[in-house]
């Protein structure tokens, strides 16, 4: 366990590092990070990006989803024709008013409230959607995104 929380808090240690940190060899934990991939217990490496700090224009948000389940397979039907989707992020099986939390990305909020008007809504077992809009992250993941610094006015007189 210990060496998955390395890893996930930080994925780009290198081997040396992890095992003086776990207190394992070096030999065992490569041969422990090959078995977490091999089993799936490890899914994959990714950065998290504070987008706001670059040029790109994106919106992020978070749909709560109401959905018929379906006899025998409950939610999960429902939930792959989903995050099949190359919008949705994640997908969350819930407890409360909603049954599936949807997280997705898009260009404008235009291009996000056509993909839930056109294509998660007419879902044949979507009852219905409550969208959220992200306007600002504070923290995702375990980390802080800091604030930028503002930039001075500039003021022209003629």
């Keep these: 366990m210990k060496l998955l929380q390395l890893l996930e808090n930080d994925c780009t240690l290198t081997p040396d590092q992890l095992a003086s940190m776990a207190d394992m060899s070096v030999e065992d934990v490569k041969a422990a990070i090959k078995r977490y991939e ?3 217990i490890i899914l994959g490496y990714k950065a998290i990006v504070d987008w706001d700090r ?13 959905v018929t389940p379906q ?3 409950g939610f999960d039907r429902v939930a792959e024709r989903i995050y099949q989707y190359d919008e ?4 969350y099986l819930m407890s409360g008013a909603y049954d599936l939390t949807v997280i997705i990305s898009g260009r404008s909020l235009k291009e996000v409230a056509q993909f839930v008007g056109e294509r998660l809504s007419t879902l044949e077992d979507v009852t219905g959607t409550a969208t959220h809009f992200i306007l600002h992250k504070y923290k995702e993941k375990h980390l802080i995104f800091e604030k930028q610094e503002k930039q001075p006015k500039e003021w022209i007189f003629s």
């Design 88 to 91: 949705v992020e994640s997908v």
């Design 54 to 66: 670059t040029d790109r224009e994106a919106v992020t948000a978070l749909i709560e989803v109401k």
């Design 38 to 40: 091999e089993e799936k």
């Design 71 to 73: 006899r025998g397979e």
